[in-house]
């Protein structure tokens, strides 16, 4: 069973920067695309930055020219880059892989890690 473990979360002012990071236990095969997701007090779970299989990637534009997205292959590690931070960027993000199986996708979560952006 892939595990994956999120880290890099904190509390950093407004303008600063974090970068988060997330471990896959083990290397993950027949990966679609990879994601980070935010969600806020009271607010459903967003889609905030995508990493797909062939390398494009995806940003809401609440965060764009803001956020990046990468990946350490060899560490089986996802990253998510953050600056420029505000208030409204503070959730809980999540990491997410979504493997292409024959027929079905299969999501694997992360625990979240919280980021608190102070004004």
């Known amino acids: 069973q892939v595990q994956l473990e999120e880290s890099g979360g904190g509390l950093v002012q407004t303008g600063g920067s974090l970068r988060l990071s997330c471990a896959a236990s083990q290397y993950i095969f027949s990966v679609d695309r990879m994601g980070w997701y935010r969600q806020a007090p009271g607010k459903q779970r967003e889609l905030v930055a995508a990493l797909f299989s062939g390398g494009a990637t995806s940003y809401a534009d609440s965060v764009k020219g803001r956020f990046t997205i990468s990946r350490d292959i060899a560490k089986n590690t996802l990253f998510l880059r953050m600056s420029s931070l505000k208030p409204e960027d503070t959730a809980v993000y999540y990491c997410?892989?979504?493997?292409?199986?024959?027929?079905?996708?299969?999501?694997?979560w992360g625990q979240g890690t919280q980021v608190t952006v102070s004004s």
């Open positions: 997410n892989v979504q493997v292409r199986g024959s027929t079905t996708f299969t999501d694997y």
